[in-house]
């Protein structure tokens, strides 16, 4: 059973080229650039979510404005 960072979530209350910023500190990938933009928030993707069991999504909250996106990675 191994978890894996999914997204990162950023409320708008941030601005866009700090958002990218904290996205990639959090991913640590310079190749995983695809976010999306949605009403309230920007949502940066790690692992395509093809990748995962869609039942072991989990979020963590790390403050009012991040949350992170974790789940099970499918076994080959």
Do not use: W
């Not at 894996?4 to 700090?18: G, Q, Y």
């Not at 958002?19 to 959090?26: M, V």
């Not at 976010?35 to 963590?60: H, M």
């Amino acid at each position: 059973m191994t978890y894996e960072l999914h997204a990162v979530i950023i409320s708008k209350n941030i601005p866009l080229d700090e958002a990218i910023k904290i996205s990639q500190e959090i991913i640590n990938n310079k190749k995983r650039t695809f976010y999306r933009e949605t009403k309230n928030s920007y949502r940066f993707r790690n692992i395509p979510k093809t990748k995962f069991d869609k039942k072991t999504f989990r979020s963590k909250k790390i403050n009012k404005n991040i949350t992170l996106i974790f789940g099970e990675v499918l076994r080959k």
